[in-house]
């Protein structure tokens, strides 16, 4: 058969398993454990299926209109994708361009990140964490002959967070007609946003998801938030691939979802005091645990590498996640669940560990 040589060189991203197999405590893939607002339930009983018949709005008018509300932003600052991954993809295509420098992003960071790379052509430079497995600003700052700069605050699959401060010295000292993507697809679990910044920054774009804090995995709704003439770059790409990537009942859903900030705050607050309630039972029982602001922590037992636990747990029927790439492949990642869940999986981890 005749593929085209661009999708020979590619290598997939491979997602966190959705095993069929058995029933497991997904622990593995950052999902929320919690329901999403209940007011989309009333919305989806009482939906007129006549609606269907019609194309979605193609520029997410009313989307765009509460998330700017809930941020305190203009509706012509704010793109919205089917996913945050394409919302990045198309970021990716409109912003860096290897004739420019090469991008620059952390070593260890979402992995999708050099895929896109590889989508579209685009030569890359990692900047290695520190010591404390920290995204190392100060070289990006170095790296001012890159053609852009994207990380995600928190990290992933770290969960360690950017200082503020520090995002500004970068935005400070990064050349101005360069963009710097910050993926914030976990900052509402206790990080700072740079969303405040971006009326002063032009080439910041800060992106974020339905799919971790708003319970909403399964919806594929991501947005972005920057500059106007940023957002004009993105729809420009996304009309040149597809006019409708976000569906009408996804628009709807978002509406309501955004605009029930107390819902979810109550269930971002459960998952911070989960996260810190196992934080603390594994540093007692001797584990490294990396300070996390996200919904889920990166953690390691000396002597046992990842690949093990993760093997041992999922015999168990709990399905946490580990990497293999030298540098991180002694710890594994634990998606925060519920309280009982949280310890269920303390259980088995006492008992084998
Ligand atoms: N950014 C990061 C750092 C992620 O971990 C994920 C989830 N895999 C995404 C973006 C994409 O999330 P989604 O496409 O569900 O919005």
Sequence with gaps: MMFSKRLKNLTPYVPG???????????????????PSPRIKDFLENFDIQHLRLYPDPQFLKLRDKI???????????????????????????FF????????????????????????????????LTRAFQIDIHGFIKRGD?????????????GVCVPFEEIIALLDKFPTDRVVVVDEAYIDFGGKSAV???????????????????????????????????????????????????DMLAQRIGEIAISDQPYYRVIQDKIITNREYLSRVLVEAGWEVLPSKANFVFVRKDGISGQE???KLKEKGILVRYFNISGIRDFIRITIG??????TLIREIKKWF
């Design 97 to 128: 361009d290897s004739s420019n420098g090469k991008l620059i992003f952390p070593e260890f960071t979402y992995s999708f990140y050099p895929v896109y790379c590889d989508f579209f052509g685009i030569d890359y430079r990692t900047i290695p």
């Design 68 to 94: 700017a509300v809930c941020y305190g932003i203009k509706s012509d600052q704010v793109f919205i994708g089917n996913g945050s991954d394409e919302v990045l993809a198309l970021s990716f295509f409109s």
């Design 309 to 311: 636990i993760y093997l």
């Design 17 to 35: 398993e959705q095993p069929r197999d058995r029933q497991y405590l997904k622990l593995n893939t950052n999902e929320s454990p919690y329901p």
């Design 196 to 246: 405040s910044l971006i009326d002063r920054y032009p080439n910041l774009l800060v992106s974020r998801t339905f799919s971790k804090s708003m319970c909403l995995a399964g919806l594929r709704l991501g947005y972005a938030m920057g500059d106007a003439n940023l957002v004009r770059a993105l729809f420009a790409a996304k009309d040149s691939f597809n006019s409708y990537p976000v």
């Design 338 to 343: 519920t309280k009982d869940q949280i310890d």
């Design 146 to 158: 890159a053609c852009g700069v994207i990380f995600s605050n928190p990290n992933a699959p770290t």
